[in-house]
């Protein structure tokens, strides 16, 4: 059995299998399976997973996990290949598409995750040989100091500033909703809030709040360089994305992370020590973000030792890199395996 899907800005419908046991058949004849082709030149693949790799409701309209996991299975099997699956977080609650994870991962020659709660996930399903290597966002240096200024002053942004970063759970909220949370973090600081948004819904969202409250809006101008050198200016950071969690720990800058749409979030701040968990900002503030917020202010300076503590080894894994598998045989890499 196969489920039609449709590719975003595509006009062509493709078929996937429904379940791992149809792959092989599937996969029989390359030729006709959308850009699979391109592994039969490569002389390794290397799967950069990010935050892709986790379940959907409905795999029809939101393909992307399924698709790259038989990807890794095709490169894999189906070609002969090599297969490195890195920097990724996983993450599932059904038994069916913890089969495909299992199924494509098996068969890698190394596998690597950027937090310690995928790499239980995976050994769940019995695969163990997993190294847990920090996102290569560790790596980020800040922007020198007359460019950060220069942004600062274009901007009217004052040092001392609340960072107010949007996330895949956030940016769906009415505006009602954030501008509170916005203005209860201005007042429990004393600080001015800065709202800085990705793409899609986060900049319409964002905007219109700032509007609102007269905030500045920082947007996708402001590369990861930048944003580490501006949170080092920061006083207070908010944030449901993911790699903004990464940056604010680089500053260091007292956090207050938010629920994502997986436990990746979560995962980082398990790594990396960090006492408070994420917080829900829920439609209707029956949530714990005011009490959170009062902690993360009362405990700021605590939480900026914590990561002043703990980022410096995660840079370090992260600097190791990833063992050559070109080398031959199945490579082994004193690292961090937590299971």
């Given at each position: 059995m196969?489920?039609p899907?449709?590719?975003?800005?595509?006009?062509?419908?493709?078929?996937?299998?429904?379940?791992?046991?149809g792959?092989?058949?599937?996969?029989?004849d390359?030729?006709?399976?959308?850009?699979?082709?391109?592994?039969g030149?490569?002389?390794?693949?290397?799967?950069?997973?990010?935050?892709?790799i986790?379940?959907?409701?409905?795999?029809?309209?939101?393909p992307?996990?399924?698709?790259?996991?038989l990807?890794?299975?095709?490169?894999?099997v189906?070609?002969?290949k090599?297969?490195?699956?890195v920097?990724?977080?996983?993450?599932?609650?059904?038994?069916?598409?913890?089969?495909?994870?299992?199924?494509?991962?098996?068969?890698?020659?190394y596998?690597?995750?950027?937090?310690?709660?995928?790499?239980?996930?995976?050994?769940a399903?019995?695969?163990?040989?997993?190294?847990?290597?920090?996102?290569a966002?560790?790596?980020?240096?800040?922007a020198?100091?007359?460019?950060?200024?220069?942004?600062?002053?274009?901007?009217?942004?004052?040092?001392?500033?609340?960072?107010?970063?949007?996330?895949?759970?956030?940016?769906?909220?009415?505006?009602?909703?954030?501008?509170?949370?916005?203005?209860?973090?201005?007042?429990?600081?004393g600080?001015?809030?800065?709202?800085?948004?990705?793409?899609?819904?986060?900049?319409?969202?964002?905007?219109?709040?700032?509007?609102?409250?007269?905030?500045?809006?920082?947007?996708?101008?402001?590369?990861?360089?930048?944003?580490?050198?501006?949170?080092?200016?920061?006083s207070?950071?908010?944030?449901?994305?993911?790699?903004?969690?990464?940056?604010?720990?680089?500053a260091?800058?007292?956090?207050?992370?938010?629920?994502?749409?997986?436990?990746?979030?979560?995962?980082?701040?398990?790594?990396?020590?960090?006492?408070v968990?994420?917080?829900?900002?829920?439609?209707?503030?029956?949530?714990?973000f005011?009490?959170?917020?009062?902690?993360?202010?009362?405990?700021r300076?605590?939480?900026?030792?914590?990561?002043?503590?703990?980022?410096?080894?995660?840079?370090?894994?992260?600097?190791?890199?990833?063992?050559?598998?070109?080398?031959?045989?199945r490579?082994?890499?004193?690292?961090?395996?937590?299971?």
């Amino acid at each position: 059995m196969t489920v039609p899907i449709w590719f975003a800005g595509e006009q062509d419908q493709y078929d996937l299998p429904d379940s791992p046991d149809g792959w092989d058949d599937y996969l029989n004849d390359l030729t006709e399976t959308p850009g699979f082709d391109r592994f039969g030149w490569a002389d390794v693949v290397i799967m950069n997973g990010e935050g892709t790799i986790h379940e959907w409701p409905d795999m029809a309209t939101r393909p992307e996990s399924y698709l790259r996991l038989l990807e890794i299975y095709a490169a894999s099997v189906g070609y002969g290949k090599p297969v490195m699956a890195v920097n990724q977080s996983i993450d599932y609650w059904s038994e069916g598409f913890g089969r495909w994870v299992q199924a494509a991962f098996k068969g890698c020659d190394y596998v690597s995750v950027r937090e310690p709660i995928s790499a239980r996930k995976l050994a769940a399903l019995g695969l163990e040989d997993v190294e847990v290597v920090p996102d290569a966002a560790f790596l980020t240096k800040p922007a020198d100091d007359d460019a950060v200024g220069s942004f600062m002053d274009s901007r009217g942004i004052e040092p001392g500033f609340v960072a107010f970063f949007l996330g895949e759970t956030v940016q769906d909220l009415p505006p009602d909703r954030l501008e509170r949370a916005a203005v209860l973090a201005s007042d429990v600081t004393g600080r001015p809030v800065v709202f800085f948004a990705g793409p899609w819904g986060e900049r319409r969202l964002a905007s219109e709040v700032a509007s609102r409250l007269q905030a500045p809006v920082v947007g996708m101008e402001a590369g990861p360089e930048m944003l580490v050198g501006l949170l080092q200016r920061s006083s207070l950071v908010v944030s449901g994305r993911y790699h903004c969690c990464i940056f604010a720990a680089l500053a260091p800058a007292p956090l207050l992370p938010l629920t994502s749409n997986t436990h990746k979030i979560e995962g980082v701040m398990e790594m990396l020590q960090y006492p408070v968990r994420p917080v829900e900002l829920a439609e209707d503030g029956q949530d714990g973000f005011e009490c959170s917020l009062k902690q993360v202010w009362e405990t700021r300076d605590e939480l900026k030792a914590v990561f002043e503590r703990t980022v410096p080894e995660a840079v370090r894994l992260t600097e190791r890199g990833y063992p050559n598998v070109l080398k031959g045989g199945r490579p082994t890499v004193d690292g961090v395996v937590i299971k």
